[in-house]
């Protein structure tokens, strides 16, 4: 059985694979009907997961302790607690076999040896188990149950190489001891203590080590606790502080944050783009990761284009936010440096205008190489913005636009379309309908022939379609023809078979049956015109959903 008086309020226990913090130690207020003696010792817990506790550190009407969440506590016997093991015994029990952990006292006697020493280990297996350890670039903890990091300079001769280390998910319970271990590991660059409850210190001063990448996530910090943190090391480039309770960033104008190239805040309350605009600030951030906060819009300060904001900023991740309109996408443009954008999982998915939302965005980001993971061929970037000078073409006249493209325009469509003269003097002027109209001998030019099948049914639709038609009004027509439910579901593609059909009446159901399948081309973007597949006569669509 552990003894109380090595039992401290503030350390960490695991318990049923929860995670808690010790507030409690001693006994609990007994009445005759509970038969609890007074001599026997509890350990009152806060949960980190309030489902696991039971009350808010109350017993028969006694405070003992408290909680942030009403049901957050529990009292558990010492021998139900697992108090953790030293960082040795976990590097030991991760490293070296299933049997060294017998061979820890042997281990920590060498490590408190000259060099010279450990090189002369006996022959009992233990000397190569160390070697192993010591010849290692990485090293990783993780779920372990580390409770703290053993004696001051314990593991220096086994991690001397170590340039990663990971420490997640442990039961170390202070920035001293961090601090502790990694000053015995000089050349330690990465270093990862996510998933711990870490107190500060003032007194923990900085570093020897010259670590460049800090991961401190979900560990309940606040912005100003996260800067205390990245303040211990002089010459961090990368900062990964996810799904903590960051509402807003601060002050950045200070060392180390100067230098910082990476910020990933993904899955933080922030929920305002103001919220993040301090980063900005920041002269050498390239990316930055803002997935998941809740953000709903995007402005940059000012008017200027490009913007005096985010001036190094080359890759931005907002997905899975409540982004709803393309004005947000508007103002990265002004984004000087901005050439990877991930917005994916955002409301303008569901804009019915912009169905294509990666289409959308690649017209409206004049410097964007790759779009939600994929690269931006030229051949797309150019039937992007083609597509978008042409869809929006009615409205940009509706506006004042003229084909000198030199007069003044209204400006609500200035703002909702920044980009439309620069696109129609990179592309030309689309002709307006009724120019084409009067150009067209007659109206049946613009039509065509158009067999639409499917294997969900044994009917074949034949239509003339203009070729004006767009692909997201084709799918209302397959719709109502096949009486399907959903129309987003409806994928069509366009047939292309091995050899023409020749000798066969067009329109009769064996000239399309009677062909082989070559390859399908798949019709996906809904703003698209009919005209943009080179449909000829009966050609065949091939529908599913």
């Known amino acids: 059985m552990v003894e109380p008086k090595n039992i401290e309020v503030g350390k960490r226990i695991e318990n049923d694979g929860y995670y808690g913090t010790i507030r409690y130690v001693g006994a609990l207020d007994t009445t005759s009907a509970t038969k609890v003696h007074k001599d026997i ?5 806060e949960w980190d997961k309030p489902c696991r506790g039971k009350h808010d550190g109350s017993y028969h009407g006694v405070q003992y302790f408290t909680t942030t969440h009403a049901s957050g506590g529990s009292f558990l016997r010492p021998e139900k607690c697992n108090f953790g093991v030293t960082l040795m015994a ?3 029990d991760r490293y070296c076999g299933p049997n060294a952990s017998s061979k820890l006292s042997e281990l920590s006697e060498f490590a408190q040896s000259d060099v010279s020493e450990l090189d002369s ?8 188990k160390k070697s192993y350890l010591s010849k290692r670039s990485t090293a990783g903890v993780h779920g372990m149950f580390v409770s703290d990091g053993g004696k001051d300079g314990e593991i220096a001769p086994y991690l001397a190489n170590v340039t990663e280390l990971d420490l997640s998910l442990n039961l170390l319970t202070d920035w001293l001891e961090i601090a502790m271990i990694i000053n015995q590991i000089p050349q330690l660059k990465v270093l990862n203590v996510s998933d711990n ?8 001063g900085c570093v020897s080590c010259d670590i460049c990448v800090l991961y401190l996530n979900r560990m309940d910090y606040d912005w100003s606790k996260v800067s205390c943190c990245a303040q211990l090391f002089s010459h961090l480039r990368e900062l990964h502080a996810c799904y903590n309770q960051i509402e807003g960033i601060g002050n950045v104008l200070v060392s180390p944050f100067t230098e ?3 910020v990933n805040v993904e899955g933080n309350p922030i929920s305002s783009w103001n919220g993040l605009l301090p980063l900005g600030d920041l002269p050498h951030l390239q990316t930055l990761i803002a997935n998941e906060c809740g953000l709903t819009f995007i402005h940059l300060p000012g008017n200027s284009s490009p913007s005096n904001c985010f001036v190094a900023l080359e890759s931005l991740s907002i997905s899975r936010n409540e982004i ?3 004005l947000s996408i508007n103002e990265l443009n002004r984004l000087q440096s901005l050439s990877s954008l991930r917005f994916a999982c955002n409301p303008l998915s569901q804009d019915s205008k912009a169905a294509d939302a990666r289409h959308t965005a690649i017209a409206k980001i004049a410097n964007l190489q790759w779009c939600n993971g994929a690269a931006i061929l030229r051949g797309e970037r150019q039937g992007a913005e083609l597509d978008y000078v042409r869809v929006y073409s009615l409205e940009w006249k509706r506006a004042g636009g003229n084909e000198t493209l030199d007069g003044p325009l209204d400006e609500t469509f200035v703002m909702e379309h920044p980009r439309y003269v620069e696109l129609a003097r990179k592309h030309g002027p689309v002709e307006q309908p009724e120019l084409q109209q009067k150009k067209s001998s007659a109206l049946k030019n613009n039509l065509v022939t158009v067999q639409i099948r499917s294997k969900y049914s044994s009917e074949l639709l034949t239509r003339r379609l203009p070729t004006k038609m ?6 209302v027509l397959v719709q109502r023809a096949f009486k399907i439910a959903d129309v987003s579901t409806i994928s069509l593609m366009l047939a292309v078979f091995k050899e023409p059909c020749e000798g066969k009446q067009h329109g009769s159901p064996s000239h399309c049956e009677s062909q082989e399948v070559h390859a399908h081309i ?3 973007n809904d703003l698209r015109e009919l005209s943009f597949y080179s449909l000829e006569n009966d050609a065949v669509i091939d529908v599913e959903w």
């Open 324 to 326: 709803a309109d393309w």
């Open 260 to 262: 910082i190239s990476l």
């Open 121 to 128: 280990a006996g022959a009992d297996g233990s000397h190569e």
């Open 522 to 524: 798949e019709m996906d």
């Open 90 to 92: 976990a590097l030991v």
């Open 41 to 45: 010792t509890w350990v009152g817990v």
């Open 470 to 475: 767009t692909v997201q009004k084709l799918k």
């Open 197 to 204: 409850r870490l107190r500060l210190h003032s007194d923990v």
